[in-house]
């Protein structure tokens, strides 16, 4: 039976090189998902995250044409341009395979726009605002096939959502059976006051944890109490998480492998991350498996 880290992380993040804090230049964050893809911890990796209108520098970038196609996460910035997928997937026979794509709607009509567009075997995210409400937006989701996403963060303390904001929006997602993504401020497990970026006098702030998503969405599909889902979304205490080979042990409630993946498949799905190295090296810190840092052999 394999370690509850794996469901935990297999396919956990996409990569977001390109993108703050970072922002690093085409180049490097090509030279970066390449190794990370032939690394003892490629598992955990899944998408590149590009942008439609740099996929012509993104193969120029790469040169030649890569031993296995790249699965990318096309970021559009309207419905003719999902529509355009299947075409772009076969003009780059062999070098990458858009499966899933990335777009912004805060009105319904947008939403059924969007679906209408739908191009067959893509996933599609929509960004949708936390706030206000986004309940009737999510609901608009539930019949597409379209999935939800969620900005957590930013490089400012300002682009941090309030909790209650998160919790609306992820219990909108559980409720109606809307699995969804993540994106921003999320390169650590656990919440804390971590710098928002990564110069030298970074701003600190208050900046959520990929596990506490996963935590609270967990509590969701349980129907666990308000104030339950709340402290596992805000929880900053290390030493409330245990893991053992086979649980997920959260102050008193345990998680199985089966509990995880069913978060996996239709909770939290990915989230977004300018850092692979480091979301991946400090969950090996926090649950004691320095054979899960990056650059280690196992």
């Given amino acids: 039976m394999s370690p509850i880290w ?68 096309l970021l559009v910035n309207d419905p003719a341009q999902l529509a355009e997928i299947p075409t772009l997937n076969q003009h780059y026979p062999g070098w990458l395979v858009i499966d899933s794509a990335e777009i ?9 726009a969007i679906h209408a567009a739908l191009p067959a075997e893509v996933t599609v995210f929509v960004e949708i605002p936390h706030d206000p409400d986004p309940s009737s937006l999510i609901a608009a989701l539930r019949s597409t096939g379209l999935r939800a996403k969620l ?21 909108a997602c559980i409720s109606n059976g809307v699995a969804y993504k993540a994106t921003a ?46 402290a596992a979304l805000i929880e900053h205490d290390p030493s409330a998480i245990r893991f053992s080979q086979q649980t997920l042990n959260w102050r008193n409630w345990q998680f199985e492998a089966d509990d995880v993946q069913a978060v996996r498949q239709s909770g939290l799905i990915a989230f977004g991350s300018c850092s692979f190295e480091e979301p991946i090296n400090e969950f090996a810190s926090f649950s004691e498996q320095p054979a899960l840092a990056y650059g280690a052999s196992n």
């Fill in 185 to 230: 401020g999320l390169h650590h497990p656990l919440r804390g006051e971590y710098r928002l970026t990564y110069a030298t006098d970074s701003d600190q702030g208050w900046m959520y944890g990929y596990l506490n998503l996963l935590l609270a969405s967990a509590l969701l599909q349980t129907e666990a109490a308000h104030h339950d889902v709340l």
């Fill in 151 to 171: 900005r957590t963060g930013g490089i400012t303390a300002a682009a941090f959502p309030e909790p209650e904001h998160i919790l609306r929006f992820l219990h």
């Fill in 6 to 73: 794996e469901p935990l992380l297999t396919g956990l993040i996409d990569y977001a090189g390109l993108f703050p804090p970072a922002a690093l230049s085409m180049d490097q964050a090509t030279s970066n998902y390449a190794s990370y893809r032939s690394s003892n911890q490629h598992g955990y990796l899944a998408r590149f995250i590009l942008p439609y209108s740099r996929l012509a520098e993104w193969q120029a970038s790469l040169g030649t044409k890569p031993s296995q196609p790249w699965p990318i996460s």
């Fill in 104 to 112: 912004k709607a805060d009105r319904l009509e947008q939403i059924a």
